[in-house]
C-alpha cells in the first residue's frame, strides 16, 4: 500500500504513543473545592448557609455530638477515618479575655488590671480540656474552627476511644492507646496545644528555651 505523501511545514498526526499536554495544576477533588469555599466562609455562597448555621447552634447544648464532620477536608488531613472509634463534638467557648473580679477598694481604672487580660492557652485549647473532661474515656485527636459570632466560638472536635478494639488493630491509629498520649489535651499534645507551646513554626532566634518544652527551662521561654 503507498504511503501518503508528508508535506513540508505541516504538522505529523498524533500517533498511539503520544499523549496530550497535561493541565496545570492537576486534577482537583472534593477536597480541594470544599477547603477553598471555608476559606472565606463570608462569601455569597457561604454566608447564608453560616448564618442559619449559628442560629440552630444558639439553641443547642455546648456539647453536641454529631455524626460527621462539618469540614470533611480539614477533619482528615487532621487523621479522622470513618470507623468505629471516633466521636464528633461540636463544642462552644466564650469569646474574649479572662472574667477578672472588678476590684472595689481604691484603685485607678488603668492599675484595676481588669481588662486586656489574656490566657496565653488559645480558646481552641479551651474547647479541646473542656471536650476531654466531659468525656473521660475519650482522647482528642485534634480540632478545627466551624463558626463564631459575637459572644462565642464553635470547634468541632474529634475524639478516639483508645479502647476500641477497631482503633486498637489499626496500625495507623493505635498509638493514641499508648499511655504516652493519655489527656493529650490538658498536657498540650493536640496540634492547637503545641502550636500554643510554641513548637510549630517557630525556630531560631528567641526560641532557644521551647524545647524539649518550657517547664524543662524554668518557663524562660515564650
Not at 3 to 13: L, Y
Not at 129 to 154: F, I, M, Q, T
Request: hydrophobic share 35%; aromatic share 6%; charged share 30%.
Amino acid at each position: 500500500m503507498a504511503k501518503a505523501p508528508v508535506v513540508a511545514g505541516a504538522a505529523a498526526p498524533p500517533g498511539p504513543t503520544a499523549a496530550a499536554p497535561a493541565k496545570k495544576g492537576g486534577s482537583r477533588n472534593m477536597y480541594h473545592f470544599v477547603g477553598e469555599a471555608w476559606k472565606d466562609p463570608g462569601s455569597d455562597q457561604m454566608r447564608q448557609l453560616m448564618w442559619q448555621r449559628l442560629v440552630d447552634w444558639r439553641k443547642e447544648g455546648t456539647f453536641v455530638r454529631v455524626d460527621k464532620p462539618l469540614r470533611l477536608d480539614r477533619a482528615r488531613a487532621l487523621g479522622y477515618k470513618a470507623k468505629q472509634g471516633f466521636v464528633i463534638v461540636r463544642t462552644k467557648v466564650r469569646k474574649g479575655g479572662l472574667r477578672k473580679h472588678r476590684i472595689k477598694k481604691g484603685r485607678r481604672a488603668k492599675r484595676k488590671g481588669i481588662l486586656k487580660i489574656t490566657m496565653r492557652k488559645s480558646i481552641q485549647r479551651i474547647a479541646e480540656e473542656r471536650c476531654s473532661k466531659r468525656h473521660p474515656n475519650l482522647e482528642v485527636l485534634a480540632s478545627y474552627w466551624v463558626g463564631e459570632d459575637g459572644r462565642h466560638k464553635w470547634f468541632e472536635v474529634m475524639m478516639v476511644d483508645p479502647h476500641h478494639p477497631v482503633i486498637m488493630s489499626d496500625p495507623h491509629l493505635n498509638w493514641i492507646c499508648s499511655s504516652k498520649h493519655s489527656d493529650r489535651a490538658n498536657r498540650g499534645l493536640t496540634p492547637a496545644g503545641k502550636k500554643g507551646r510554641g513548637l510549630v513554626r517557630t525556630k531560631g532566634m528567641g526560641v532557644e528555651k521551647n524545647r524539649p518544652s518550657l517547664r524543662a527551662h524554668n518557663r524562660q521561654g515564650t
